[in-house]
């Protein structure tokens, strides 16, 4: 399984370094050292905080640190459903839930697994902007 650092694990949860760290330290995010003594992340349990952190709503500054660019989504994979043709892959990309079907044959290509890092692209026919209540 991948194990990521605090600055990486930070930009898919899109936090600051110094908030993963926290985190951490407060006993939310379970992580370990590796064998030059830096704090890392197991692949499994930053996606399980992922999950659990967009439930939250994110109260910490998690939506402020977040952009997409382009349409892309970096995130970390936090379910995969195969079923005999098709698939289901979950991305946790900061606060927000990306679910795509694909091939069953494209997620065993690429080696899909949860706790793995994964940029979802989205491309639309139609984008709906609504006006906010502030103008």
Do not use: C
Not at 73 to 78: A, C, D, M, S, V
């Amino acid at each position: 399984m991948r194990s990521y650092t605090i600055g990486r694990a930070a930009r898919l949860l899109g936090v600051s370094p110094d908030t993963v760290r926290r985190w951490a330290d407060a006993g939310r995010l379970p992580t370990r050292r590796d064998e030059a003594g830096k704090r890392i992340v197991a692949g499994a349990d930053l996606a399980a905080f992922a999950v659990t952190l967009a439930a939250e709503g994110a109260d910490d500054d998690a939506g402020e640190a977040y952009t997409s660019t382009r349409n892309a989504f970096p995130g970390i994979i936090t379910a995969v459903k195969l079923g005999d043709i098709a698939a289901q892959v979950e991305i946790q990309a900061g606060p927000h839930r990306l679910v795509s079907l694909v091939t069953r044959e494209a997620v065993e290509e690429l080696g899909l697994a949860v706790g793995m890092e994964a940029t979802a692209r989205v491309k639309a026919t139609s984008v709906h902007i609504d006006r906010g209540n502030d103008q």
